[in-house]
């Protein structure tokens, strides 16, 4: 009865006809629309393995090297659990950020789904947009238009996973929203952000831009929690508490403080990254695989001061943080 009533909300919120929600709901037929079908009993088996429930909020993010799509779940501690890692079929260009309408690049960055934007109706069997361009995206003029997740196996700038992938996330998505979920996170990413990958990367033109990223990769990594995302001064930042002043795309960053149950375990986070990419980084130029003096340091401007990374007056004790240095701030170019 709990799925009945679930399903009604979300049929009603995505303007489907309740005549058909009804006959997905009393299983009189297995002649079910892709777009209503149910969760499946493996994905609710492995909602109750790590203690959530169909209509708990979801968190995904996308690795386009690995090609992996995954589905989080949150639990009623407020952290989340993994539910299920998909394969992306197929996704187009390099790595690296989409910046123009028409450059065939699937986007990275942090982006965000409600209800309207997902489409029963796509040609590709079913689609979600996932939001691009966003606040960031548009503060430095980069351009593109229906950018999606959806099936079909087929890409020319969106990530493409197969029609039974597809109907899958479909059906997680729906019910998140049945919940009252008003939208999810979805960060994008050229591969998993560890130090290892970050110096197989180090002289990648994007490498200032992919520094952004970890920042925001290493909040999740850290908390099991999905960080809150601002834009200001052209870069994103992560779980900053301004006291009320607005941030701003183009102008400069207001000044806030990131909460102690961040910036604490980051600390420990960055001086371990910071050792295991110097360490990747010089086996790296030991096998002729990078130029040595090419790869910059992984924090960039140590001098800046500790603490510059979490805002004025975080609350850290500066002896716990000597010698590392901030996260990274770069602006990337248009």
Not at 42 to 54: D, F, K, R
Not at 304 to 327: C, Q, W
């Amino acid at each position: 009865m709990a799925f009945r009533h679930s399903f009604r909300r979300v049929a009603a919120r995505l303007a489907i006809p309740f005549a058909a929600a009804a006959v997905l709901s009393s299983c009189q037929t297995t002649d079910v629309p892709a777009y209503l079908a149910p969760i499946t009993t493996a994905l609710l088996q492995q909602m109750e393995a790590i203690g959530t429930t169909p209509v708990a909020p979801i968190y995904v993010r996308v690795f386009k090297e690995e090609s992996e799509f995954e589905i989080w779940k949150r639990r009623p501690d407020g952290t989340y659990g993994l539910l299920k890692t998909y394969a992306i079929c197929a996704w187009s260009g390099e790595l690296g950020p989409k910046k123009a309408e028409g450059d065939r690049q699937a986007p990275e960055g942090f982006y965000s789904v409600g209800p309207a934007q997902l489409n029963p109706n796509s040609s590709y069997h079913l689609s979600f947009n996932i939001g691009y361009p966003n606040a960031f995206d548009r503060s430095l003029g980069r351009t593109g238009t229906n950018l999606m997740v959806h099936g079909a196996c087929s890409s020319a700038g969106c990530y493409s996973m197969t029609d039974e992938s597809v109907e899958e996330i479909y059906a997680v998505v729906r019910e998140a929203f049945a919940g009252g979920q008003r939208s999810f996170q979805i960060h994008a990413f050229p591969f998993r952000m560890t130090a290892q990958n970050m110096a197989r990367h180090s002289a990648n033109e994007n490498f200032a831009f992919w520094q952004m990223l970890k920042e925001g990769y290493d909040h999740f990594e850290v908390t099991r929690t999905v960080p809150s995302v601002e834009v200001c001064d052209f870069r994103y930042v992560f779980d900053a508490v301004s006291g009320g002043e607005a941030f701003e795309p183009t102008r400069p960053c207001p000044a806030y403080t990131i909460p102690e149950r961040v910036s604490f375990p980051l600390v420990a986070q960055r001086a371990a990254d910071a050792a295991a990419y110097d360490a990747a980084v010089a086996a790296l130029v030991a096998s002729g695989e990078l130029v040595a003096g090419v790869s910059p340091a992984l924090f960039p401007d140590p001098m800046a001061g500790p603490l510059t990374a979490f805002g004025p007056n975080a609350g850290i004790d500066p002896t716990t943080t000597a010698g590392i240095p901030p996260m990274p701030l770069p602006r990337p170019t248009p």
